[in-house]
């Protein structure tokens, strides 16, 4: 994931600390992994209004990369057959990032996240081609930090759905666990409107959503 810090696109900061690197290995739960930075846009900010004037705090490398060591043997990731040495492993770790426009917002999405109530993230389709990122895929593993910047979860992709918005049904509003069906039209809505505004283009009911379904492979308890 790159660093946007307060850009155009997502108005807060989210961290990157490695170059873009992919590759596939093994399988969890039958499920192949794509190790690799996520050059992402508001799939990673959800669209609450700015509840405080904290700043999410940016994780620390050590912390991140103790983290992922811990993950992959705690999530039983099929990565030592691969690579030989622990430095292999830890220049794969991809990419960290927290939910949120601030502290207590990141805080509350994350154990959202950590709960296990909240599994999925949407966004605006039209705002990947105006900010020149790639759509998220299947299988990219990402590092969920709280707003305190510690880590918390190593989150990998099972699903992407791509509808326009118009047809962004109930289902998607249950697996994102942040209130009702009205509640996600109304909060994302108005959220893709100030995006795409930003962006110079218009919100239009028609465009479509990508929605991101995720599972949590490991959870660290604070």
Not at 8 to 23: A, D, N, Y
Not at 112 to 138: D, E, F, N
């Amino acid at each position: 994931m790159r660093c946007l810090e307060c850009s155009p696109l997502t108005g807060c900061k989210q961290f990157s600390s490695k170059p873009i690197q992919s590759c596939t290995l093994g399988t969890v739960r039958a499920l192949k992994i794509n190790i690799r930075q996520i050059q992402t846009v508001s799939s990673m900010v959800e669209p609450h209004d700015t509840l405080g004037s904290q700043k999410i705090i940016e994780p620390r490398s050590a912390d991140l990369e103790a983290f992922w060591i811990h993950a992959i043997n705690a999530a039983k990731l099929n990565l030592a057959e691969s690579f030989s040495s622990q430095d292999d492993l830890t220049s794969l770790r991809p990419s960290s990032f927290a939910f949120g426009m601030d502290r207590e917002q990141a805080n509350r999405l994350c154990e959202l996240v950590t709960q296990g109530k909240k599994r999925a993230t949407s966004s605006y389709l039209p705002s990947y081609a105006k900010a020149g990122v790639p759509i998220p895929t299947v299988g990219d593993l990402s590092i969920l930090c709280d707003g305190d910047g510690v880590p918390r979860a190593l989150l990998c992709n099972t699903a992407i759905e791509i509808v326009p918005f118009a047809d962004v049904d109930e289902h998607v509003a249950q697996a994102e666990g942040e209130g009702s069906y009205a509640d996600w039209v109304r909060a994302h809505r108005d959220f893709f409107e100030r995006e795409i505004s930003d962006l110079g283009g218009e919100f239009d009911e028609r465009a479509e959503v990508i929605t991101e379904f995720f599972e949590t492979l490991y959870v660290f308890e604070r």
